[in-house]
């Protein structure tokens, strides 16, 4: 039911959480690639700018061994020897340089005797064939023949070439006069040394100060050709110094030249590590790359550097990955958290929901019970201020619970019962005490409307808030305690309206048998003591009717004192001597061997008790057998036992026998006399004195019948009195 | 004179009477019976008894009032006084016996011993 509430914060973690880790996964790989170009952009600008410094040192290098040309009035063979040697061996990038004169037709057989004489004897210009063969130049206006040529090792076939028979080399070279600044012709392959590697003729043009020259212009009179080899120069490049990650492992540098129709051409490639070769030209499997324009002389090349740093599948790497990962299992936790949370709170909800229905269900049910119930309940606090009050209350006492709740419990006494309820308060809310404090007390209490109602009152304290609050429970015993005293006065009446009549009878009967008893026959007298004899029964009744109803109605007094145990006992042997002669029965006594036994009883009540115990063992007793009365003490209390010969009483029994008129077998009143009320008082009275009365079989057959009660003590006496 | 005892006995239940009179002629008595209070407050001072015997619940005068104003004719202030009650309940007796009675003797009572009972009051 309340599943619906649950899953929607649950998806919206779900879905917000996905979107948190995806938006993570990209940020992070973002940044990542971020991070890489920018590493790798760094590399990138500083290989080519490494490039182009190197290759411009080159040039430099050959601009200033143009500038000693141009200073020097005339640079022999051997000069240019001393002055080149150290410079290309700076660089292991030139194959060659060279010293190109421009020499027209007129001057070749000059040049080309000079050359010998330098010796080099089949030194002449020279051309290549369509065939690839080297032949003597042909006749032409002007000759660009390298003519100085260092190293010259490695390099001997170039010397006396005619760079102008060639139209990549020539249109350099035109390039340079136009310019009358460097030029590098496109990349070639070299007619000496390795032909395969990529190389760039750099033309410096020598151009002295012509004095005679009427348009003052100079006039270019050779060139500084270096041969560059282009691989080689990248040889000298390495990106290790600028990778700062462990990325961009291999690495590809592709140069191109720029061709004025936009298109470029490919002149050598360069991986790292070397020994990773990769095909020249196949940069695709490269997933980055970088191109940096050089500028060098008069021509514009493209310096491409790639690399494939990608190592896992569209990733720059595992970053983004992890990142997103912890984001998810961050948001898993998220949610199984919130999951529990909220199957707690609904567990929690439900549970609250059963408790508060089940609350209102038992307060309500609580409501109902306090408000129907047959008695009165009234709770105060231990200040004795009402704080509730049922219907009930309401009707014993006439006032409603809005009028008397807040107010102090005196307003239910009668006058002369206030300050001694109070008190009595006041003792309640003393600590220590039982939880139920009382029990049946009757009180009386007043009316709304001044008349007094008699209460049956039972107190308990309970604990709320630990504050203490007396809760009373009562019932209107008024009616009940009319009919009480009125039946109290019928009962007291009725015995009076017995005992006048029954005086009389007696009286006569016992006149005629004690001051007659001559003038009649056996048989008179027998019926005249057999109707003395009832009489005397009848009165003996009618006492007892009377100290039950006393005992039920509480009005039993009590005066008691303290009393010595043993002369309890001979008083009752000597009240029950006449009565053991009349059934000749042996009657004996066994007093306490200390004589100073103390008891604290009523005398009368306890005599009468005694005198019951003696005189049904008599009764019951068969004829000439001895009935004896002990005083004995075990631990605190006294024992008073009476023992017989009779035939005791069954174990089936027992719980019968102190119970009103009961005798064992119901033929034995007649037979034997007595109203059936004796123990039942015996067991009142002793249980007035805080003992019990019972009885036991002896091993030796005889029925002892005893009471107990404490032995005297001060405490005793006091408490009694309270 | 003689030694005789002179009782004065206030009874309202003429069987009662009867027997008391049955029980107490042979014993030494000299006896005045009345049927009521005021019976016995006009023939008290006249018969001048040595001793009282009341019965406690009577018709018009009750044995308490009774005793009352006998005490009040000159010198019945100390004569003893004994009731005769089917009140037997101790506070009842002990009532009784504040009143200035000596002996409180129950009812139904012992005719045999009615005549000592009287004398040891004495």
């Known amino acids: 039911m309340h599943r619906y509430p649950l899953n929607i914060p649950i998806s919206t973690a779900v879905i917000v959480g996905l979107l948190i880790s995806s938006l993570v996964f990209i940020g992070v790989k973002h940044l990542e690639e971020q991070k890489l170009k920018q590493e790798f952009n760094n590399i990138t600008l500083n290989i080519a700018k490494d490039f182009e410094k190197e290759i411009n040192t080159q040039l430099y290098t050959l601009k200033s061994i143009a500038t000693f040309f141009e200073t020097a009035e005339f640079v022999d063979r051997y000069d240019f020897y001393t002055l080149v040697t150290p410079?290309?061996?700076?660089?292991?990038?030139?194959?060659?340089?060279?010293?190109?004169?421009?020499?027209?037709?007129?001057?070749?057989?000059?040049?080309?005797?000079?050359?010998?004489?330098?010796?080099?004897?089949?030194?002449?210009?020279?051309?290549?064939?369509?065939?690839?063969?080297?032949?003597?130049?042909?006749?032409?206006?002007?000759?660009?023949?390298?003519?100085?040529?260092?190293?010259?090792?490695?390099?001997?076939?170039?010397?006396?070439?005619?760079?102008?028979?060639?139209?990549?080399?020539l249109s350099a070279i035109n390039e340079a006069l136009k310019s009358n600044a460097a030029s590098a012709s496109s990349p070639v392959s070299l007619i000496q040394g390795d032909y395969s590697k990529p190389a760039t003729l750099v033309f410096v043009p020598i151009s002295k100060k012509a004095k005679t020259s009427p348009d003052k212009k100079n006039k270019v009179s050779g060139f500084i050709l270096g041969v560059i080899k282009l691989d080689l120069l990248l040889d000298g490049i390495s990106p290790d110094k600028y990778r700062r990650s462990s990325e961009f492992k291999h690495i590809n540098i592709t140069l191109f030249e720029n061709n004025d129709d936009m298109s470029r051409t490919f002149i050598t490639s360069k991986n790292y590590p070397k020994e990773n070769v990769s095909p020249a030209g196949n940069t695709k499997k490269y997933t980055i790359r970088n191109t940096q324009e050089i500028k060098f002389a008069d021509k514009s090349w493209q310096i491409v550097i790639a690399s494939n740093h990608y190592q896992y599948f569209f990733l720059p790497n595992l970053k983004p990955l992890f990142a997103s990962g912890i984001s998810v299992l961050f948001f898993i936790t998220l949610i199984a958290h919130l999951i529990s949370i909220m199957k707690q709170k609904d567990r929690a909800e439900e549970n609250l929901e059963i408790k508060t229905a089940s609350l209102i269900s038992s307060e309500q049910s609580l409501q109902a019970i306090v408000e129907n119930m047959a008695d009165g309940l009234i709770t105060i606090n231990k200040e004795g201020v009402i704080e509730s009050f049922n219907s009930t209350a309401e009707k014993i006492f006439g006032h409603t619970s809005e009028q008397i709740i807040g107010k102090n419990v005196s307003i239910l006494m009668p006058e002369q019962f206030q300050s001694e309820q109070?008190?009595?308060?006041?003792?309640?809310?003393?600590?220590?005490?039982?939880?139920?404090?009382?029990?049946?007390?009757?009180?009386?209490?007043?009316?709304?409307?001044?008349?007094?109602?008699?209460?049956?009152?039972?107190?308990?304290?309970?604990?709320?808030?630990?504050?203490?609050?007396?809760?009373?429970?009562?019932?209107?015993?008024?009616?009940?305690?009319?009919?009480?005293?009125?039946?109290?006065?019928?009962?007291s009446t009725v015995s009076h309206e017995l005992r006048t009549p029954l005086t009389s009878i007696r009286g006569a009967l016992s006149i005629i048998i004690n001051k007659s008893e001559d003038n009649f026959s056996d048989k008179t007298k027998k019926m005249l003591s057999t109707a003395e004899k009832n009489s005397k029964r009848l009165g003996e009744l009618i006492n007892d009717i009377l100290d039950m109803e006393k005992l039920?109605?509480?009005?039993?007094?009590?005066?008691?004192?303290?009393?010595?145990?043993?002369?309890?006992?001979?008083?009752?042997?000597?009240?029950?001597?006449?009565?053991?002669?009349?059934?000749?029965?042996?009657?004996?006594?066994?007093?306490?061997?200390?004589?100073?036994?103390?008891?604290?009883?009523?005398?009368?009540?306890?005599?009468?008790?005694?005198?019951?115990?003696?005189?049904?063992?008599?009764?019951?007793?068969?004829?000439?057998?001895?009935?004896?009365?002990?005083?004995?003490?075990?631990?605190?209390?006294?024992?008073?036992?009476?023992?017989?010969?009779?035939?005791?009483?069954?174990?089936?029994?027992?719980?019968?026998?102190f119970e009103r008129f009961s005798q064992a077998d119901s033929s034995d009143t007649r037979q034997r006399g007595g109203t059936g009320l004796g123990l039942n008082i015996s067991r009142a009275i002793i249980e007035k004195h805080k003992g019990k009365i019972d009885f036991y079989r002896t091993t030796d057959k005889q029925t002892a019948f005893y009471f107990e009660v404490p032995i005297y003590s001060e405490k005793q006496e006091n408490k009694e009195h309270l | 004179m003689s030694d005789n005892i002179r009782l004065l006995y206030v009874e309202d239940e003429e069987d009662i009477l009867a027997i008391a009179e049955c029980a107490l002629e042979d014993e030494g008595f000299d006896l005045l019976f009345c049927s009521s209070g005021l019976e016995a407050l006009e023939k008290a001072e006249a018969f001048s008894p040595d001793i009282l015997l009341l019965d406690v619940m009577m018709s018009g005068m009750d044995g308490p009032t009774t005793l009352e104003k006998l005490r009040k004719i000159p010198h019945f202030e100390n004569i003893p006084a004994l009731f005769l009650t089917a009140k037997v309940q101790p506070q009842e007796v002990n009532a009784l016996l504040a009143l200035g009675a000596k002996k409180v003797i129950s009812k139904p009572f012992d005719v045999m011993t009615l005549a000592d009972q009287i004398k040891d009051a004495l």
């Open chain 1, 552 to 657: 039920d109605a509480g009005m039993l007094s009590f005066r008691k004192d303290v009393l010595n145990a043993n002369t309890v006992a001979k008083a009752a042997f000597e009240a029950g001597e006449g009565y053991a002669k009349k059934h000749n029965i042996m009657l004996s006594i066994k007093l306490h061997p200390s004589n100073d036994l103390m008891i604290w009883g009523d005398e009368r009540r306890l005599l009468q008790v005694c005198a019951n115990l003696l005189s049904n063992a008599i009764k019951f007793s068969p004829e000439n057998s001895p009935v004896k009365i002990e005083v004995s003490s075990i631990e605190n209390v006294v024992r008073f036992t009476v023992f017989d010969h009779g035939e005791g009483v069954s174990e089936s029994f027992r719980s019968q026998l």
């Open chain 1, 422 to 491: 109070s008190h009595y308060l006041q003792q309640l809310s003393k600590p220590g005490r039982e939880k139920i404090i009382d029990v049946g007390r009757e009180v009386g209490g007043l009316k709304s409307d001044g008349t007094l109602v008699s209460i049956d009152l039972s107190l308990s304290e309970i604990n709320i808030n630990n504050k203490p609050i007396f809760v009373g429970i009562f019932r209107d015993i008024t009616e009940r305690k009319k009919l009480e005293k009125m039946k109290n006065e019928f009962i």
């Open chain 1, 87 to 169: 410079l290309y061996k700076r660089s292991s990038a030139f194959q060659a340089i060279e010293w190109i004169p421009i020499v027209p037709f007129e001057e070749r057989n000059h040049y080309e005797s000079f050359a010998i004489s330098d010796g080099f004897p089949g030194f002449r210009f020279i051309e290549k064939s369509p065939k690839g063969a080297f032949i003597p130049a042909e006749k032409k206006e002007v000759y660009y023949p390298v003519f100085y040529l260092e190293p010259y090792q490695g390099n001997e076939a170039a010397l006396g070439f005619d760079l102008g028979s060639e139209s990549t080399r």
